[in-house]
């Protein structure tokens, strides 16, 4: 009796299984599976556990292993990304957000939200301990190519970013969710925030929904790259170069000190 209970549990198990939505399981599970190999394998962590002391002639072996960490999540999360949809799906690219999808619009959304950020972002950086956290690679405040690689390298991660959250994740669950999948790809976006300043991690939630939101209105993740990667630049532009001036005030002669440091 116990055995044909266990066939009947198991037949009934793969009948459920059967009426999945076979796009929305490889979704789920593909970035599950990312994400995991993302933080086993290609974080700084791993780097600074397994390969830092190979690099301690390298002149900069901290940057390298930001650089390990950006470039190892864009073959992670892009790359991968990118052949699961061509090979698993068998389906366009550019119903995932890789299009340029309304310009007009996006480029619109994108200049008005960096440009309210980076006003924000001037009040709340005047304080030593703002400014002391950003950029993350400390050694980058006092060299400008080091800052520079850097937020290269920090660009090529943040393309990554947004293309499994607003557009592998976020399309691919589209069409069995709809605009709710605005809201699920925002979980776990904000859940990987955890460890980061508050203000940061707090932000991920508003700016995660307001994100997905722009790359269902514009059909591309382009403009949340644009919007995501002004944000982070400006911090980190910002923090350095009160870092530099040493001011952290907030008036017209502020503005000016901080931009000798530029020119």
Known sequence: MTQLKL?????????????????????????????????????????????????????????????????????????????????????????????????????????????????LIWFVSATPDFAEKYPHLSGAKPDWNTLLIYEAGMLLYMFAWEFIWRGFMLFGLEKKFGNYAVLMQMIPFVILHNGKPFLETFGAIFGGIALGILALRTRSIYYCVVTHIGVMFSIDLISTLRFRANDYGIGLSSVINLLKQIF
Do not use: C, H
Not at 57 to 67: G, K, M, Q, R, V
């Open 7 to 119: 066939k009947s549990e198991i037949k009934e198990l793969f009948n459920r299984i059967k009426e999945l939505d076979r796009r929305v399981v490889i979704v789920f599970l593909a970035v599950a599976m990312l994400q995991t190999i993302s933080f086993y394998f290609t974080q700084r962590r791993f780097f600074r556990e397994n390969l830092f002391e190979q690099f301690q002639d390298f002149s900069n072996p901290y940057l390298l292993e930001y650089l390990y960490w950006f470039v190892g999540d864009f073959f992670t999360f892009f790359i991968l990304g990118i052949i699961i949809i061509k090979f698993g799906f068998r389906e366009k690219l550019s119903d995932f957000g890789l299009q340029i999808g309304d310009a007009k619009t996006g480029l619109s959304i994108s200049v008005i939200f960096i440009s309210v950020m980076i006003v």
